[in-house]
Nanobody, 126 residues
Framework: QLPVVESGGGLVQPGGSLRLSCAAS????????IGWFRQAPGKEREGVSC????????YYADSVKGRFTLSRNGTKNTVWLQMISLKPEDTAVYYC???????????????????WGQGTQVTVSS
């Protein structure tokens, strides 16, 4: 059983919106911060956003700032990545993952994150 499970991906036209969900397989995420990465074919996995466990502060990559919003529920078992004004370059497999610290890192490197979901495909195309 994967520790986190993503959902909400799909095909959307440029300028459209999607909301991705990440659910904890256990009761909650515990004291972990939660991050989203994405990986397009032939490219490295890229950190997109992170939400800190301690105060729900968020981090966004420059490429998505102003278009993506990361939030979580009060019971700390679900996070949502709201994506608007989607562009073809947002096309990728999106992964939810846990960071075993109460605050997100200054920079997101995949090797620093602990538990990964199976990913959900986001395709932005007309």
């Amino acid at each position: 059983q994967l520790p986190v499970v993503e959902s909400g991906g799909g095909l959307v036209q440029p300028g459209g919106s999607l909301r991705l969900s990440c659910a904890a397989s256990g009761r909650t995420f515990g004291y972990s911060s939660i991050g989203w990465f994405r990986q397009a074919p032939g490219k490295e996995r890229e950190g997109v956003s992170c939400i800190s466990d301690s105060d729900s502060s968020t981090y966004y990559a420059d490429s998505v700032k102003g278009r993506f919003t990361l939030s979580r529920n009060g019971t700390k078992n679900t996070v949502w990545l709201q994506m608007i004004s989607l562009k073809p370059e947002d096309t990728a497999v999106y992964y939810c993952t846990t960071y075993p610290r109460p605050r997100c890192p200054n920079r997101m490197f995949p090797q620093d994150f602990a538990s990964w979901g199976q990913g959900t495909q986001v395709t932005v195309s007309s």
